[in-house]
């Protein structure tokens, strides 16, 4: 049975739209300054190890519940919760918590990407390469500072999700993600040919063995990996739902997982080398791509050229993942209140929009993001671990990723998820609000 919305024509265009939806401004902003703060290319032992965990059996899971159900967040969690009585319906209505993160940062998000068109804008026009940087982000971050900026990315998320199928989707993840990948890779080459680039390698790659016996290293590491791959309990899920049954999932999550890393890696290697060519001190969040790249793009040559490239790139990435945010919950929306695709594209982002303008000051909204991602987006990633595995049960799971399979599934993977991932869940979640934040 296909889905209302159809499907993906291949797995190369599924992994694609999840590359898409994983790929964001974790990889960009933070994950270059958490590897060379943690320990170079001794960070890339848990980080490595932690992504390979949650590809395998987190985004494993929510592919295959999704491709289960043939629908989204709601429809999913409610096929787990069936047949448990008074306990389902409890399920049920818990199931609403991994969809409110995903439009809790859709909210956020739009607005974070407003600020990247609008510096996209400033290259273009010139205002940005002229302008101290701090006081071009701070005008952006202001009380409506980039209201119009912001209105374009919901619009043009709109766009591309209102014609109603996966197919569109799909065709918007083959053209921007491989232009992302390329764009970051000639970045990353320019780069290279600065001065003194070899301290920026040096920072992220000369290993600190040391650092592997501290806690946080690993804690940052599987914090990086968890929220890098988006694993919410949501996105991922409505994305299953428009597989094929002829697909490998097991496999498509650790491709998936694998160019995520990539992203990560160009990402570091075109911003670290730079920071330290410049003699700019390196550090993670608004303060790296608003103000801090952009001063190197100042006394680059072709810089303008290059900071177009840079902004361009990021505007990809945020797009593509805001689609999958939107899309789980319009997909949701369609089934549980048979509501007309173009309605429910139109209401969510009406939403989205509406919110969001309430919190476009810098403060505000890192706030909100905070409060989302620390609370509710780890909250519904463990009740969808714990949905998957335990309350459906590791058997019925199991059946569904051995469809489309060649080989058998691995004999560790029923362990693992039920006694490893489903924990880590857990911890992710507690160790969150214990340092107010790991990814």
Not at 327 to 341: G, K
Not at 362 to 370: H, I, L, P, S
Not at 380 to 385: N, S
Request: proline share 3%; glycine share 12%; charged share 15%.
């Amino acid at each position: 049975m296909k889905h209302q919305n159809g499907s993906f024509s291949s797995s190369f265009a599924f992994i694609l739209a999840s590359v898409g939806s994983a790929v964001g401004l974790g990889n960009i902003w933070l994950f270059p300054y958490r590897l060379g703060q943690y320990g170079g290319a001794a960070f890339l032992i848990p980080y490595l190890f932690f992504i390979v965990l949650f590809g395998a059996v987190g985004l494993s899971a929510e592919f295959a519940i999704g491709r289960k159900a043939r629908t989204g967040t709601l429809g999913s969690y409610a096929l787990c919760w069936e047949e448990k009585g008074k306990a389902g319906r409890v399920g049920k209505a818990m199931g609403w918590i991994p969809l409110l993160g995903s439009m809790g940062i859709a909210i956020g998000y739009s607005i974070i990407i407003g600020w990247v068109l609008r510096s996209l804008g400033g290259v273009a026009t010139g205002a940005l390469m002229e302008t101290e940087s701090s006081v071009y982000f701070s005008q952006a971050t202001g009380t409506l500072g980039s209201f119009p900026w912001h209105i374009a990315v919901i619009l043009v998320t709109m766009l591309l999700l209102i014609t109603g199928s996966a197919s569109h989707i799909e065709k918007a993840n083959k053209i921007l993600m491989p232009v992302f990948f390329i764009l970051f890779a000639a970045l990353a080459i320019r780069v290279a040919f600065l001065p003194q680039a070899v301290e920026g390698y040096r920072f992220l790659f000369v290993p600190r063995w040391e650092l592997l016996g501290q806690v946080d290293t690993w804690v940052m590491a599987m914090g990086q990996a968890f929220f890098s791959l988006s694993i919410t309990g949501s996105g991922m899920i409505v994305y299953g739902s428009y597989l094929s049954r002829k697909e490998d999932i097991l496999r498509s999550s650790l491709c998936t997982a694998g160019f995520d890393t990539i992203a990560a890696l160009l990402a570091a290697l075109a911003i670290m080398p730079a920071v330290f060519s410049f003699g700019i001190e390196p550090g993670a969040g608004p303060s790296l791509m608003f103000i801090t790249i952009p001063k190197i793009f100042q006394q680059m040559f072709m810089g303008r050229f290059f900071a177009g490239i840079f902004f361009l790139s990021v505007s990809f990435a945020g797009i593509t993942s805001l689609m999958n945010m939107f899309e789980a919950v319009i997909e949701s929306w369609q089934h549980r209140f048979h509501l007309e695709r173009k309605k429910a594209v139109c209401l969510a982002c009406g939403i989205c929009l509406a919110v969001g303008l309430l919190l476009e000051e810098e403060a505000k909204v890192g706030n909100w993001m905070d409060f989302v991602t620390i609370i509710i987006v780890p909250f519904g990633a463990v009740f969808g671990a714990i949905s998957i595995y335990y309350v459906l049960g590791i058997d019925k799971i199991m059946e569904e990723l051995r469809q489309g399979r060649k080989r058998p599934m691995p004999n560790w993977f029923g362990f693992v998820a039920k006694y490893i991932y489903v924990p880590l869940t857990i911890v992710v979640f507690v160790l969150g609000l214990i340092y107010k934040g790991i990814g």
